[in-house]
C-alpha cells in the first residue's frame, strides 16, 4: 500500500492488488478492481464495476467507468473490462455497458488510447489498436483487432471496424469498414486497402495480392454484394484473411462503406 499516494481516496469496497500505483488525488471508487503492475497517475477517476488488469498506465484526468451518456441507462449493474498492458492517456473516457447491449463495455490488451479519446457504452475493443487524440465511439462501436483510428475521427453507434483497418483522421465513419481497408472522408468511404499496415505485420505477398484481387472484386466490379463475394470464392485463392474479409462482409448489419 506504500505506492498509493497519501491523498488518493480509495473505497475500502475496492480491489487493489498490492503492488499498484496510485497518484495524488486519485479517486477510486467502490467495486474497482486493479491488476497488479498498473499505474495510476494524479487526479484520475476510476468507479462503477470497473475491472483494470495488469501492467496497464492510466495517465492524469482520465475518467474510467463512469455513468454512461445513454439516456436509457437506468442504474443497472453493468461493467466495463480493461485488459492488460494498455495505455490510456490523459482525459480518456470510457464507459461501462447497458441493458441494451450487453452490459458490458471491454478493451482487449496492448491498446494505446490516446489523449480526450471516447469510448462509449457497450463498445468492444480488440487487441493491438491504436485510437488517437479526439477519436469518438458511440455506442455499440466494435473494433477488432490492429486497426489504426487517426485523429478526430467518429464512429457512429453500432458499426464495425475489421481486424487491421486504418482510418483517415477527421474521417465521420456511418457503416462497417471491412478487414485491412483504408477508409477516410466525410462521410468515410473505402481509398484502398491498408497495405502499409500490412506490411508492418508481415502479410506475406501471396496473401497481399489475393486481398486485392477480392478488393477488386468486391468493390470495384459493380457486382451485387452477395455475387461479388461468391465470385471471390471461386476465383482467389484461399487464404485465412479471404477468409475474415467475406465473414465480416457477411456478417454487416449497418452495410458496409463503399
Avoid: W
Amino acid at each position: 500500500m506504500s505506492r498509493i499516494h497519501q491523498t488518493a481516496l480509495i473505497n475500502r469496497q475496492a480491489e487493489i492488488d498490492s503492488d499498484v500505483e496510485i497518484g495524488p488525488y486519485s479517486v477510486i471508487g467502490a467495486g474497482v478492481r486493479i491488476g497488479q503492475q498498473t499505474r495510476v497517475a494524479s487526479h484520475v477517476v476510476i468507479e462503477g464495476r470497473t475491472s483494470v488488469g495488469q501492467g496497464n498506465t492510466i495517465y492524469q484526468f482520465a475518467t474510467i467507468g463512469s455513468r454512461p451518456q445513454d439516456l436509457k441507462y437506468r442504474g443497472e449493474a453493468s461493467e466495463l473490462i480493461i485488459g492488460n498492458h494498455n495505455t490510456i492517456r490523459e482525459y480518456v473516457s470510457l464507459n461501462p455497458g447497458t441493458a441494451g447491449g450487453g452490459m458490458v463495455t471491454r478493451v482487449g490488451d496492448h491498446n494505446l488510447l490516446m489523449m480526450h479519446c471516447h469510448i462509449a457504452h457497450d463498445c468492444l475493443i480488440g487487441s493491438h489498436n491504436i485510437i488517437a487524440n479526439g477519436a469518438t465511439l458511440g455506442g455499440h462501436v466494435m473494433i477488432q483487432d490492429y486497426v489504426i483510428v487517426g485523429g478526430l475521427v467518429g464512429i457512429h453507434q453500432f458499426a464495425r471496424i475489421g481486424s487491421g483497418a486504418i482510418l483517415g483522421a477527421g474521417s465521420m465513419v456511418s457503416k462497417d469498414v471491412p478487414p485491412f481497408c483504408n477508409a477516410t472522408g466525410d462521410r468515410a468511404r473505402l481509398r484502398g486497402l491498408n497495405l502499409e499496415g500490412l506490411k508492418r505485420r508481415g502479410f506475406t505477398t501471396t496473401a497481399i495480392d489475393a486481398l486485392k484481387k477480392a478488393y477488386r472484386i468486391i468493390f470495384q466490379s459493380k457486382l451485387k454484394t452477395k455475387d461479388a463475394l461468391e465470385k471471390v470464392r471461386r476465383e482467389v485463392l484461399p487464404t485465412a484473411e479471404i477468409d475474415i474479409l467475406l465473414a465480416f462482409i457477411a456478417q454487416s448489419q449497418r452495410g458496409i462503406c463503399r
